[in-house]
């Protein structure tokens, strides 16, 4: 947001006052702070995790924008750049992490594995995009994307920070949030979410084998 | 020995005890074939009489239609020369082999990964749990006949996919929960009990009451990861404390476990190059040598010169890329909090420009095709690598030397301190600038010389302390050794061709097995492919050198500071993307 933009909320100022006094709104001045304070989470998964480091680094230096410092607790963080490839071991920690961060709080997920499991969706360990389980708020493609391209999606957050309102956001609404349930390794990954839908798909899969003539048994691994 | 007969080769111990021991007679195979009881007597003579004291290699292998599966070990001598290998087969259904690591103790990590992936039990490892996934989970996915959940086909191009190019989400098609996840037959989770990290405990809690009778003390676990700032990454170490002292530290792993093996065995040869680029993302030019050699190696293809010269120019632009890297890291674990590390950096992103000149990308290269490479210089990209090898990075070195080295904290913090002898590091199966920094000359390009290394006039370097000093002093001078080479290479650049015969987007391998290694940054990293003359590798297994390296982080650490534990993981110099694959 520009200076102008900022200060321009359609009130006239007196022009004897102009350039003393700046009249703006509660939102305005609210978000241009938050805007220009996003502090990132010290949390690297792979190989994005070196470009994030790149740009953090004196070239590109995303200091310029606003985003100081990172930190390496969840507390301190207001933006989870979720850099590289999301792993069924890993997503418990993640979600833990991200239940930790105070509100308000943001999600990027930089590259292709954190959005969808990029070239590494097939594998039995990947989860197909940290968004199944946390929210995202800005998408980065790439593989692993430039620091450029990072520093567009942190612009993009910018502006998406820039278009909230304190009357509708989350955090300012009665009770507390809900803290996102924390993934459980069973056999496979389970949501806690999806715990009745597992059962059921089970269910119906031992029935399938249990029936005579119906082909093949599910594939499905052999007992460990 | 009881017999007088000296052995002096494997043949020797092949024509005395012809009742345990063949050679291995599958075309395109070579080694030899050791009965399971006998391995750990044939292990002992090859290692004491023979000589062969660096384990490289644990693999396995599922043969499915011969209902056996096979582990394979690639060992070498540290004095140089080329591999001793040999296999052990066990029947498919009880897969029991013992464990070498009463002889090998650099097995234990290789031969927890083959007991995760392939089910093959170790007797008498000290410490067999499952490594990458963890406790309870369903089936071993290397195995041939186990199914991913977003399983298609056997092998690569699906017919989905091409010719028609249909696209669509695997979500939607492929599993009945809409997500990569499968569940045994009538499996309720309500009931589930997450066996969680008893086992990894159970191993720490034995040591944990023998603390000080007297004084009474406590003995704590703690644990470090896998979200913190100085792991480098995803990584994990439980460690066992009393006070500030370490007592046990064990690695845990497997929080980036991303299927390269499984991924790289339904992919096309070709396909599994740039994959090769996101093992070691920040030298992925030095996977993408190992793998060309493996495979050329099959395929009997020899790259023309330009591009050899190319091939090496790359692959120590690289190696400077790393160490200026790993330097800068290891400040920031001393607490020298980012100011070496951006001195680094800059140099760095010189060399990354170079490749995304080359290569079109700063990171992921891609630069390797069997039989050659796939793009020249392009104008103007000579004279800048002739700018950064002969005026910058010499003089940068000098500053960062000037900065570092004779630094007080830096000596008082590093000296003395995760020392490893050269006898432990051999025994650890360490590579590369940590097994130098031993007092072990072992490096490959000399040891074993592949591509045109034996034309160039380097040093291997050497430090004999065996502390966390003088691996970043191996660091520091095998970048100016590397200087040296890429000066060299620019001199002798011939012109020519870049690639031998026409650039396919598909080969066909012939069938056998072969072992391809390169003095990676980190150490020695091996690809290790089975073909059965098809379009995709039957095997594909990489030798990672930092997953190895790890062995020897918990006798550096184990009687140090907690506080030394992260210098001597980043003196380490591990990559979790190549530790976890």
Partial sequence: ?224 | MTDSMILTDVSDIAARYPEWITADGRPGYSGYIVAADHLLEFCRMVRDDLDYDLLSMVAGVDYITENMMEVVYYVYKTTGGGALVFKVQTPRDNPVVPSIFPIYPGAELQEREIYDLFGINFEGHPDLRRIFLWEGFAGHPMRKDWKEPYYEEELKPFKSRWPQGHVYRAEDELTPLKDNVQFPAGFDPYDWEAEGEQMLYAQLRKLQNAGDEELKTDRMIVNLGPQHPSTHGVFRMAALIEGEQVVELKPVVGYLHRNHEKIGERNTWQQNMPFTDRLDYISSISNNFGYVLAVEKLMNVKPPERAEYLRVLFAELTRLSNHLMAVGFLLNDLGAYFTPALYGLEERELILDIFEIVTGSRMMCNYMRFGGVVRDLPEGSYEKIRDLAFDRLPRKIDDIDAYLTGNEIVRVRCEGIGVLTAEEAIKYSLTGPNLRASGVPYDIRRADPYSIYDRFDFDVVVRYHGDVYDRYLVRLEEMRQSIRIIQQALKAIPEGPIMTGKSAYQVRVPAGEAYGRVEGPKGELGFYVISNGKGNPYRYHVRAPSFINLHGLAPMSRGGKIADVVVNLGALDIVLGEIDR
């Fill in chain 1, 1 to 224: 947001m520009s200076t102008e933009e900022l200060n321009t909320p359609g009130m006239q100022v007196p022009p004897e006052l102009q350039n003393q006094v700046s009249i703006t709104t509660l939102n305005r001045i609210y978000n241009w702070s938050r805007r220009n304070s996003l502090w990132p989470m010290m949390f690297g998964l792979a190989c994005c995790a070196i470009e994030m480091i790149c740009a953090a680094a004196a070239r590109y230096d995303f200091a310029r924008f606003g985003f100081e410092v990172m930190r390496p607790s969840p507390r301190q963080a207001d933006v989870m750049i979720v850099s590289g490839t999301v792993t069924k071991k890993m997503i418990p920690q993640i979600v833990r992490l991200y239940n930790q961060m105070p509100e308000p709080k943001y999600v990027i997920a930089m590259g292709a594995c954190a959005s969808g499991g990029g070239p590494f969706k097939e594998g039995y360990n990947v989860v197909s995009g940290v968004d199944k389980f946390i929210p995202v708020d800005v998408y980065i493609p790439g593989c692993p994307p430039t620091p450029q391209a990072l520093l567009n999606g942190m612009i993009t957050l910018q502006k998406k920070v820039d278009n909230e309102s304190l009357k509708e956001v989350r955090w300012y609404k009665k009770g507390a949030s809900e803290p996102i349930p924390v993934p459980v390794l069973g056999p496979d990954l389970m949501d806690p979410r999806k715990f009745g839908l597992i059962k059921e798909e089970s269910q119906k899969m031992l029935e399938q084998q249990q029936m005579p003539g119906t082909g093949p048994a599910a594939e499905e691994a052999p007992a460990v």
